[in-house]
């Protein structure tokens, strides 16, 4: 059983930046970020492998980065340029191993899910 704490949300201007991070117990191998926004689908924002592998989406790349500690198990995502559609519940998800690792952003292929943090971004 893993379980997944997330912390760092917060409310910023665009532009601004949020560090969010994600502390797992027990052990992961592929870890992720998501988002949801009201009103809209859960989105995968970013992931990475036990060897740090990266994937990002596309609306992120060059703006949010991905990593992880092992000696802390802790997932974080600096996110960096914030805009207004970035805004929403961000969650942590863990999967070991992905069913098809050609789509390490799918959610419906992760296991373990936090509770979630809120990111806010006002224009």
């Known amino acids: 059983q893993v379980q997944l704490v997330e912390s760092g949300g917060g409310s910023v201007q665009s532009g601004g930046t949020l560090r969010l991070s994600c502390a797992a117990s027990?052990?992961?191998?592929?870890m992720a970020w998501f988002r949801q926004a009201p009103g809209k689908d859960r989105e995968g924002v970013a992931a990475?492998?036990?060897?740090?592998?990266?994937t990002y989406a596309d609306s992120v790349k060059g703006r949010f980065t991905i990593s992880k500690v092992h000696a802390n198990n802790t997932l974080y995502l600096q996110m960096n340029s914030l805009q207004p559609e970035d805004a929403g519940m961000y969650y942590c998800?863990?999967?070991?191993?992905?069913?098809?690792?050609?789509?390490?952003?799918?959610?419906?292929?992760?296991?373990?899910w936090g509770q979630g943090t809120q990111v806010t971004v006002s224009s």
């Open positions: 990475i492998t036990r060897d740090t592998i990266t």
């Open positions: 027990g052990y992961t191998y592929y």
């Open positions: 998800a863990t999967a070991h191993p992905l069913t098809d690792v050609s789509r390490p952003l799918a959610g419906d292929q992760y296991m373990y």
